[in-house]
């Protein structure tokens, strides 16, 4: 791929910058397995404080940080409540079903978060011999909804059903940055969170989970069996350490880039959405030709993706510019 191609596929395609490779470089390591690696130590401890959580534990990505919550709250035999969009609904390759003893049960979640009365229901049919849940998720930023913010007010009576609650906080910093709510805020009333250092934040590996300190030395202990026992990550964790103290307020470029694309979206397929809805780093809408749009697109040297069936997702990141928007935007102007 050429450098100077302009890649909105996702936010995962960053690079390290400068800084984190020589954080990376100059890394205090030791073996995690012994709990003797001070850097990813600094790292799961600086998380955690930030989510407003007693502990944290650094994991090679999200999908794992999502299924060992599973395995910790999710009791055998009960079901997981979620969006039916949901990363982990989803997007992990039906990996409930292979590590969790527990059931998921989908929700609608159009608007990017489930609804507290779904919950509520659902926690009282157990009386009219409907399985039990034992936990229930919410994903922030939304993702299949187009990155939306979730209402704090939303997570909080998600919560009032006497459920736990694990947040699949990927994108929370997003979040975040996009509404003034803080991280420990917005996982208050969540047992467990997790963050992607990978995404919006530009590190190379890996997502902090965080908690109470008994599930989080469960979740130790499950990592394990999943096979994502660390020895001397204190190379990726201090890249990690950058992302967060770094890359956390330049978010609003990335914001202020997709409201752009939006407005070149709904420019050329007016009616395709509205532009001021897109208020973080992702911008979805449908398209009837995707494999059309996207040659075109590639020919002029930007890449797109697709997150279902017709529907096109564009998302900017740290290696995307203004430079990379314009030519983006010139783009999709003369788009099929």
Known sequence: ???????????????????????????????????????????????????????????????????????VLARPGTTVLCGRSSHVASFEGGAAGV??????????????????????????????????????????TAMFAGGVPLDPARIAAVADHGLPVHMDGARLFNAVVATGTSAAEYARPCVTVWTALTKGLGAPVGSVLAGPGEVIEEARVQRQRLGGQLRQAGILAAAGLVALGENVDRLADDHARARRLAEAVASRWPGALEPSTVRTNIVRFPHDRPEELFLHLAERGVLAGTVGPGLVRLVTHLDVDDAGIDRACAALAEAP
């Open 99 to 140: 590590n969790s003893g527990a059931q998921i049960v989908t929700l609608e979640d159009g608007d990017g978060c489930i609804a507290p009365t779904d919950v509520a229901w659902h926690a009282q049919a157990v009386a009219h011999h409907w399985a039990e849940p034992s936990l229930v998720c919410v994903e922030n």
């Open 1 to 71: 791929m050429s450098a100077s191609t302009v890649d909105l596929r996702s936010d995962t395609v960053t690079r390290p910058s400068a800084a984190m490779r020589r954080a990376m470089a100059d890394a205090e390591v030791g073996d995690d397995a012994y709990r003797e690696d001070p850097t990813v130590e600094a790292l799961e401890r600086t998380y955690a404080e930030m989510v407003g959580k007693e502990a944290g534990l650094f994991m090679p990505s999200g999908t794992m940080a999502n299924q060992l919550a599973l395995r």
